[in-house]
């Protein structure tokens, strides 16, 4: 058994970022019925899709006889419900069976600080105590596999339109104005509308074709390769995006979406992700992977039958993490029947996050000089509710730290540091 040197934090709250778990092998042997399906929750969520998870029944004992004839996996979640004296012989018969680069997650029944601290000193790299939740295995799983020096994960927001023409792009770039600005947070805005993206014109940048090479070439992206392809917009927001243009076919995989995100988020505290107005499995990638997802709709009758279609495979994919924002747009545009945000809740199951008023003559006017809204019209009410959704992002962020679980117990129990 591998003894935990990176330590970790132990959160079974669900809250803040959690990274994602990388390709390894996983077996769990659980006692109880509880903790077995908990675990098989956790291997379908969207942060253990790289990882290969076995869930059996029959605790150490049973893992004891496997491994007496094959080699344990990079990680070994076993469960116990018997009492702590028999636990730790249990323990030790593993150990003799387990391969020194194997990390163990023990479930036990017992909440004891001095149990917590012989586990450790046998080799444990972290104890649970019952009952467990999908979210608690997640988080301590990712935990285990991210070192205490490790660059904090960057938070992903993805936008994606209901129908096209919503405005889904021109939210998306106020809002990461908005943030880098207000939060003073190194923001990157994500353009993946290679053809018609509008992210260049909208902040009357040059682009170059960047983006679209690195795409290809997935193998190739990393963190340097990604600064390097970043156009500066202002202060602490960057841009990354293609040229635009129908000249050639583009071919967008899930894999190169990944790794640009993977790199993003190893130096980029805040991504947005501007997804073009389709439906393809890398767009799916990319709205499962997310940490937060925005649909923009208009109050009309499309655009609700669209953002249900949205939501519902959101909240299917995705049943651990929080349900999509809904955002309506120019909304009160004069003599247009019009569904209303209490109607579109209903429909969806979704509250209404914000609502932006219609207001061609100042969108009009910042779009067409190459500027943000919040910049042009400031004082409009399109701008103050706009600014409001994005300070709630830009005031909502939080760098996870790392610590262990006994570390946090010990802080509150200092007498125990100086035994």
């Known amino acids: 058994m591998q003894a935990a040197q990176d330590p970790i934090l132990n959160r079974g709250s669900g809250q803040g970022l959690v990274a994602m778990v990388p390709r390894i092998n996983i077996q769990a042997f659980c006692e109880t019925a509880q903790t077995a399906e908990a675990m098989r929750a956790a291997a379908q969520d969207r942060r253990m899709a790289q990882a290969h998870c076995q869930v059996q029944m029959g605790g150490i004992p049973a893992a004891v006889r496997l491994y007496e004839m094959q080699s344990t996996p990079n990680l070994l979640i076993v469960e116990s419900t018997v ?60 935990s285990l596999y991210r070192s205490s020096k490790a660059v904090p994960v960057g938070r992903v927001l993805a936008f994606m339109a209901a129908r096209g023409g919503t405005g889904s792009s021109t939210i998306a770039h106020n809002c990461a104005w908005e943030i880098a600005r207000t939060a003073n947070l190194e923001t990157v805005i994500v353009d993946l509308d290679l053809a018609y993206g509008t992210a260049g014109l909208n902040f009357n940048l040059d682009t170059s074709n960047g983006l679209l ?67 393809a499995p890398w767009v799916r990638f990319a709205l499962n992977h997310a940490d937060q997802v925005i649909i923009t709709a208009e109050p009309e009758l499309a655009s609700l039958r669209n953002a249900k279609y ?44 914000a609502v932006i008023p219609s207001d061609p003559q100042s969108f009009g006017t910042a779009l067409n000089g190459g500027k ?39 802080d509150l129990i200092p007498a125990l540091r100086k035994k």
């Open 310 to 353: 949205i939501s519902d495979a959101l909240k299917l994919a995705r049943p651990n993490d929080a349900p999509p924002m809904l955002l309506l747009n120019r909304v009160g545009v004069p003599r247009r029947p019009e569904i209303t945000a209490q109607d579109f809740r209903k429909a969806i199951g979704l509250d209404v996050a």
């Open 372 to 410: 943000m809204l919040l910049d042009v019209a400031a004082k409009s009410k399109a701008a103050e509710a706009l600014r409001r959704f994005a300070r709630g992002f830009a005031g909502s962020e939080k760098v996870v730290k790392s610590g262990s679980a006994f570390d946090t117990i010990f």
């Open 83 to 142: 009492d702590q004296g028999t636990l730790l012989g249990n323990l030790a018969a593993l150990a003799n069976v387990c391969q020194p680069d194997t990390k163990v997650v023990v479930v036990g029944q017992t909440n004891d600080v001095l149990l917590y601290r012989e586990l450790i000193r046998q080799g444990v790299s972290e104890y649970l105590v019952a009952p467990v939740n999908q979210l608690q295995l997640i988080e301590t799983i990712s």
């Open 213 to 279: 090479e690195a795409l290809d070439q997935p193998s190739r992206i990393d963190p340097v390769l990604i600064d390097r392809l970043l156009a500066k917009v202002d202060g602490k927001l960057s841009l990354l995006s293609g040229p635009g243009g129908i000249e050639r076919d583009i071919n967008i995989t899930s894999d190169a979406v990944e790794a640009v995100l993977l790199a993003l988020r190893a130096s980029i505290p805040m991504i947005i992700v501007d997804l073009p107005m389709l439906w």
